[in-house]
């Protein structure tokens, strides 16, 4: 079992929409979680953090942990062409390293 | 704030030469974390330095090393390069009192 495993997609959706991207880890100890979005080409560029239960918003995103189901996941709302690219999810471990999933590719079609 | 910076952006070497890569941390930033990223295997943690000290070690081989110097600038050297290793090699930097880090543009290897 991978540690941290994410649908690789392609998820589509439609502008405008909600897109929901999801996330589950293996460490049941985890207490920090981290989403990126990464371009083509790019490197990982955060877009939030998130370390208790419940969700987190930040403009047209949302965070929500749940540490009972080892669930993380990311809803973006009014979805545009420009949020097309692999978003990944990280999950601290020991240390200060973090663990990534492969990511899930989201395409956002106009 | 200037980000993290590392150089060079891109490199092309040949089997079994060695080369160094080089990053410069967020200005403040004292923790340097190291991640190699292939189309097969992700992401993944080198290694992370901090104070000069390397602290957490990933499951690499020995011919992957790094240091950091007092400046907290970082290099990560790879000795008797494979063609495995042809990679997006990724720095990042963190604050002393967060635990979000912070990555670079990233150095291109391409082994021939």
């Known amino acids: 079992q991978k540690e941290v495993e994410q649908n690789s997609g392609p998820l589509s959706v439609p502008e405008g929409a909600i897109a929901s991207l999801n996330c589950t880890y293996s460490d049941r100890g985890s207490q920090s979680f981290f989403w990126y979005r990464q371009y083509s080409g790019k490197s990982p560029e955060l877009i939030m953090s998130i370390y208790s239960n419940g969700d987190k918003e930040d403009g047209r995103f949302t965070a929500q942990l749940n540490k009972a189901s080892q669930y993380v996941s990311l809803l973006i709302r009014d979805s545009q062409p420009s949020d097309s690219a692999t978003y990944l999810c990280?999950?601290?471990?020991?240390?200060?390293?973090?663990?990534f999933g492969a990511g899930t590719i989201l395409r956002v079609k106009s | 704030k200037a980000g993290v910076t590392q150089t060079p952006r891109y490199l092309i070497k040949t089997r079994g030469q060695q080369v160094t890569l080089s990053c410069s941390p967020i200005?403040?930033?004292?923790?340097v974390s190291w991640y190699q990223q292939t189309p097969g295997q992700g992401l993944q943690f080198l290694f992370e330095y901090f104070s000069e000290t390397q602290r957490n070690k990933g499951n690499f081989p020995g011919r992957f090393s790094g240091r950091q110097f007092s400046n907290s600038r970082s290099e990560m050297n790879v000795s008797t390069l494979e063609l495995g290793d042809s990679a997006l090699y990724l720095c990042a930097s963190r604050a002393d009192i967060s635990e979000t880090q912070y990555f670079g543009p990233g150095t291109r290897l391409l082994v021939l």
């Open positions: 990280a999950v601290k471990a020991y240390g200060n390293k973090l663990v």
């Open positions: 200005s403040g930033h004292r923790s």
